[in-house]
């Protein structure tokens, strides 16, 4: 005879089987069940393939929600199609220095975050997989557009993906005329580089140069005795002139005698005598041509200084010949382009 089940035994095991399912439910949940949830929706252009059920959303590399539904929609505007994203955000993800939460699916909260430039876009989560996820940044450079029509959903401008943008540019650039354009520079550059004067050009360069190399060596064997000579010529001189102003020193001394001597004699003589006065006269114009001779022969007198300015001035020429002989010899496509050209040639 089989022995009757309790009942009692298994009612308990049936409730505690239902309790720990609750439980395991809750713990499971994360104490997400019995919260309020609040949807947000995204409309996006173009394809979003690798968007799946699930995928995250991040905020400045933080997740705060996961994507719940993926439609297809139709932009009646542009006549384009898109695809609407619902997402769920998580609720006081953002904390203050006061330990305050701040809700991000409050409408007042997400308006002064679009207007700071809150947009979504979507990227790459794995390059292996080709999965994308919903990220959530600040761009305040691009323009806010709304394409729900569901008033009641609130709604997070997006914005196209760095390959869209580029596709979009790409898109109405004149492929063929800027194909048309290469191949008519390269005909040109075809034409000149097969072009007769072209090839007979390095050959004038060499004569040319050839030419310059010549005048130089002989402006520069010229030159040097030139101003050998000339320096020569200025020592002399300059000591021919320093002979002449220490003779000038001894007649402007005899000078200064004969005028105390005419002045000694015209007080022997009556102030009248035509002796003393023509010996006064006399006397003054051999000290006033003394000191004119000294002026002229001084250092700083302005006949020596041209002398010395135009010696300069030969001398400055010479260089300047020089250094263009060696930048010819350096740099013979100056002739051509210019020094400053030739200089900035690698």
């Not at 790409?170 to 492929?175: A, G, I, K």
């Not at 402006?219 to 220490?246: I, N």
């Not at 003393?276 to 020596?304: F, N």
Request: charged fraction near 25%.
């Amino acid at each position: 005879m089989s022995r009757r089940a309790d009942p009692v035994l298994i009612g308990g095991f049936v409730l505690g089987a239902l309790v720990l399912a609750v439980a395991t439910v809750l713990l499971l949940a994360g104490g997400e069940l019995f919260s309020e949830r609040r949807q947000q929706i995204m409309v996006f252009e173009g394809a979003a393939q690798g968007l799946q059920i699930g995928a995250p959303v991040m905020f400045l590399g933080v997740k705060i929600g996961t994507v719940k539904k993926i439609q297809l929609g139709l932009d009646e505007a542009s006549g384009r199609f898109v695809v609407p994203v619902t997402v769920e955000i998580q609720p006081n993800v953002v904390h203050t220095a006061n330990g305050e939460q701040i809700d991000l699916r409050e409408a007042s909260t997400q308006r002064r975050l679009i207007e700071r430039g809150l947009r979504a876009r979507l990227r790459m989560q794995s390059l292996l997989t080709g999965q994308l996820y919903v990220d959530l940044d600040f761009h305040p450079d691009k323009p806010a557009r709304f394409r729900s029509s569901d008033p009641a959903v609130p709604e997070i401008p997006t914005i196209p993906t760095p390959v869209q943008e580029l596709a979009g540019k790409l898109e109405n650039f004149p492929v063929d005329a800027f194909l048309g354009d290469l191949a008519a520079i390269g005909d040109s550059l075809r034409g000149l580089t097969t072009d007769p004067a072209t090839r007979e050009l390095p050959r004038r360069m060499q004569e040319v140069l050839g030419r310059i190399e010549t005048l130089a060596a002989r402006l520069d064997a010229q030159l040097t005795p030139a101003l050998t000579e000339a320096r020569k010529d200025l020592a002399e001189l300059r000591t021919t002139l320093a002979a002449a102003g220490s003779a000038l020193a001894r007649v402007e001394a005899a000078a200064d005698q004969v005028g105390s001597a005419a002045g000694r004699v015209g007080a022997l003589a009556a102030p009248d005598a035509k002796i003393a006065q023509g010996m006064g006269r006399a006397a003054d114009e051999l000290t006033g041509a003394a000191r004119s001779l000294r002026s002229l022969t001084a250092e700083d007198a302005p006949t020596v200084q041209n002398l010395n300015e135009a010696l300069k001035e030969l001398a400055r020429a010479a260089r300047a010949l020089r250094v263009l002989a060696e930048t010819l010899d350096r740099h013979p496509e100056a002739l051509i382009r210019g020094k400053k050209a030739a200089e900035g040639t690698p």
